[in-house]
Nanobody, 118 residues
């Protein structure tokens, strides 16, 4: 059974940085498309960024130029470096793993809270 565990959230002021980590287990991490989503209170879950096992990363327009996603297949870990944080970035950040073929299960982490004050 696959599992994703996020860490690295916290409370910061606008303009500061955080680095989120998501450690995967129980599936072939290197083959999966890894993504970060976020959900703010009262809002729907939204896409933040993804990184395939091979190829181009993609970002939402809201975070492009400020956030950077990366992965370490040796450590089964995906990261989200968040710079120049804004109060509107406040949300629970969730890690997602999706099999590109669609044949295997999709996994979600429990999330880590990021709070940005002005």
């Amino acid at each position: 059974q696959g599992q994703l565990v996020e860490s690295g959230g916290g409370s910061v002021h606008a303009g500061e940085s955080l680095r989120l980590s998501c450690v995967a287990s129980g599936f072939t991490f290197s083959r999966y498309l890894m993504s970060w989503f976020r959900q703010a209170p009262g809002k729907e879950r939204e896409f933040v960024a993804h990184i395939p096992w091979f190829g181009t990363t993609r970002y939402s327009d809201d975070v492009k130029g400020r956030f950077a996603i990366s992965r370490d297949n040796e450590k089964n870990t995906v990261y989200l470096q968040m710079d120049n944080l804004k109060p509107e970035d406040t949300a629970v950040y969730l890690c997602n793993a999706k099999d590109p073929s669609g044949e295997a299960a999709e996994y979600w982490g429990q999330g880590t809270q990021v709070t940005v004050s002005s």
